[in-house]
């Protein structure tokens, strides 16, 4: 998302953690959204994704991600393999089947 509708997103989110909260708007929100466990919308949405991709890994997740999201693999052993590092499919490998033909953005 833009930066623009991120702010907006997360003014929205204050004022309803300062409602449900009883807060006044001049309150700092911080403690109260800390308080509600609710992280705010620019940590939000990567924590979603990363969730997402947490679950395809351990076969928890849907069948189409966990078809797609393999460990890394190289032809020669090195260090970095205990970094559990994922492949990056070409565009090629991520079309979906749908009207669009659209692909998952890497």
Same mark, same amino acid.
């Given at each position: 998302? @833009?930066? +623009? !509708?991120?702010?907006?997103?997360?003014?929205?989110?204050? %004022? %309803? #953690?300062? #409602?449900?909260? &009883? #807060?006044?708007?001049?309150?700092?929100?911080?403690? =109260?959204?800390?308080?509600?466990?609710?992280?705010?919308?620019?940590?939000?949405?990567? $924590? +979603?994704?990363?969730?997402? =991709? $947490? +679950?395809?890994?351990? &076969?928890?997740?849907? &069948?189409?991600?966990?078809?797609? =999201?393999?460990?890394?693999? !190289?032809?020669?052993?090195?260090? !970095?393999?205990?970094?559990?590092?994922?492949?990056? @499919? !070409?565009? +090629?490998?991520?079309?979906?089947?749908?009207?669009? &033909?659209? %692909? $998952?953005?890497?």
């Amino acid at each position: 998302l @833009p930066l +623009k !509708s991120v702010r907006r997103l997360q003014l929205v989110q204050n %004022a %309803a #953690a300062r #409602a449900i909260m &009883g #807060a006044p708007r001049c309150t700092h929100v911080s403690p =109260i959204l800390h308080e509600l466990h609710w992280l705010p919308v620019g940590l939000r949405m990567p $924590f +979603k994704v990363l969730v997402i =991709i $947490f +679950k395809a890994i351990h &076969g928890l997740g849907p &069948g189409y991600l966990q078809d797609r =999201i393999l460990p890394h693999s !190289s032809q020669r052993p090195v260090r !970095s393999h205990r970094l559990g590092l994922l492949q990056v @499919p !070409s565009a +090629k490998q991520c079309r979906l089947a749908g009207p669009w &033909g659209r %692909a $998952f953005s890497v």
